[in-house]
């Protein structure tokens, strides 16, 4: 990868490529260019060249790319080439939800613990997961050297697990509570704003 900082809007375009790449490989469709690309994905071809380009020369003229060989190569790029322990705070059924559709998913990102502050949740099995107590969070955190937190509880608890989360060395945050976290600069943190993002879709209406 060159030495430089890669912006957040190509980062979040990685997974769009890579998805659309696992499509075409099930389909066993070997290579594609990048104005098939573009032309799917209703993106500009030459960005698509770009942002690839940050992370080295995968395509070849005249040729396009090799369907399995990019997949590969961005799976290592996003580091989900190796698994990902993820826990997720908040059994509620957005959490539930969640956990339900992880054991589908194949990609190296895995729910490997569920917690929740209610005792009457506590216990309950999700998907093979037993609910435990916030009191084991730090512990389960380390033991399994979970890298990513996932919090679905209430705005008033929210912050209360993301510190719960930084200090048992989680790396990076995926909130779903309609709130703004503050965590330290080393911490990752992505918000998703279900209302937010209906509100800008309204936006959009006739």
């Given amino acids: 990868m060159k030495s430089m900082k890669i912006s957040e809007a190509v980062v979040r375009r990685l997974p769009i490529y890579l998805r659309f790449l696992n499509e075409l490989s099930k389909k066993n469709i070997a290579t594609v260019s ?3 690309l573009g032309q ?3 993106l ?3 960005q698509i060249r770009k942002d690839l380009a940050y992370f ?3 395509g070849k003229k005249g040729i396009g790319y090799d369907v399995n060989y990019l997949i590969e190569k961005i799976r290592q790029i996003l580091k989900i080439d190796k698994v ?3 826990a997720l705070v908040g059994a509620g059924n957005l959490g539930r939800a969640l956990c339900n559709y992880n054991a589908y998913l194949k990609d190296n990102m895995k729910i490997v613990a569920v917690f929740d502050a209610h005792h009457t949740k506590v216990g309950e099995s999700i ?3 037993r609910v435990k107590s916030m009191s084991e969070l730090p512990h389960c955190v380390r033991l399994h050297k979970v890298r990513i937190g996932i919090i679905t509880v209430p705005a008033t608890e929210a912050q209360q697990v993301a510190n719960l989360f930084v200090e048992a060395g989680v790396e990076a945050i995926l909130n779903f509570a309609p709130i703004i976290l503050k965590v330290p600069p080393d ?8 209302t937010a993002e209906l509100q800008s879709l309204a936006y959009y209406l006739e």
């Fill in 34 to 36: 990048s104005q098939d």
């Fill in 40 to 42: 799917k994905l209703d």
């Fill in 44 to 46: 500009n071809p030459a």
């Fill in 56 to 58: 080295g020369e995968f």
């Fill in 84 to 86: 990902i322990p993820v």
């Fill in 127 to 129: 998907n093979n997961l």
């Fill in 187 to 194: 911490v990752r943190i992505h918000h998703a704003d279900f």
